[in-house]
């Protein structure tokens, strides 16, 4: 059973960084490509950004090209979500997911986290 533990959200200035990480259980980074993905009150889930098993592959959305960046590191099995210069429609809550093949991790992954909350304020 693959688990994901979403942290480091909180509320920040237009303007900001922050970064956020989701420790996976063991293994998972090694077998599931990895994902963000983000939702508003009110709206359905939006894809934020994926990284690939092997870190080759990396994309994002539109949204957030050139201002997040994706990482990952495998011997702590965790994954990162750097966010800089965040604007206030980057407020949303945070999820990490997993999944075994790229499309289904854009469209409909395998596993989520239970989210981490991201204020921005103007």
């Known amino acids: 059973q693959v688990q994901l533990v979403e942290s480091g959200g909180g509320l920040v200035q237009a303007g900001a960084s922050l970064r956020l990480s989701c420790v996976a259980s063991?293994?998972?980074?090694?077998?599931?490509?990895m994902g963000w993905f983000r939702q508003t009150p009110g709206l359905a889930r939006e894809f934020v950004a994926l990284?690939?098993?092997?870190?080759?592959?990396?994309t994002y959305a539109d949204s957030v090209k050139g201002r997040f960046t994706v990482s990952k590191d495998d011997d702590k099995n965790t994954v990162y979500l750097q966010m800089n210069n965040l604007k206030p429609e980057d407020t949303a809550i945070y999820y990490c997911?997993?999944?075994?093949?790229?499309?289904?991790?854009?469209?409909?992954?395998?596993?989520w986290g239970r989210g981490t909350q991201v204020t921005v304020s103007s």
């Open positions: 997911t997993a999944g075994m093949s790229i499309s289904g991790l854009r469209e409909s992954p395998d596993y």
């Open positions: 063991r293994y998972t980074l090694s077998s599931y490509n």
């Open positions: 990284i690939s098993v092997s870190g080759g592959y990396i």
